[in-house]
């Protein structure tokens, strides 16, 4: 089992800058490459980015290239998004994962097996 709790959301200007964090506990946390969801008021949920097991290769959606930033501290077992130039489009439940799938294709919730409770951005024009 991995514990994902995440931190960080709140409400910003459009333009404006929010950096969350995931804190992951129970399994070891290097194992997982780790992704990062939002899901706005009726709408699915939809990938906004993935971080390889070791950090060292990152993937985006196209909507969020260039504003936003995946990092990882294995040794603080913690994710990171850094979000920058927000739009009020970016408003949603951001949520981590674990990816415990790597057959297929990571853009799909299905290939991650453990997720945190969410936290909410709210961007503000």
């Known amino acids: 089992q991995v514990q994902l709790v995440e931190s960080g959301g709140g409400l910003v200007q459009a333009g404006g800058s929010l950096r969350l964090s995931c804190a992951a506990s129970?399994?070891?946390?290097?194992?997982?490459?780790m992704g990062w969801f939002r899901q706005a008021p009726g709408k699915e949920r939809e990938f906004v980015g993935r971080i390889s097991r070791s950090g060292g290769n990152t993937d985006y959606a196209d909507s969020v290239k260039g504003r936003f930033t995946i990092s990882r501290d294995n040794a603080k077992n913690t994710v990171y998004l850094q979000m920058s130039s927000l739009k009020p489009e970016d408003t949603a439940v951001y949520y981590c994962?674990?990816?415990?799938?790597?057959?297929?294709?990571?853009?799909?919730?299905?290939?991650?097996?453990?997720w945190g409770q969410g936290t909410q951005v709210t961007v503000s024009s």
């Open positions: 994962a674990a990816q415990t799938d790597y057959s297929g294709n990571y853009y799909y919730t299905r290939q991650y097996g453990y």
């Open positions: 129970g399994r070891t946390f290097s194992n997982y490459a």
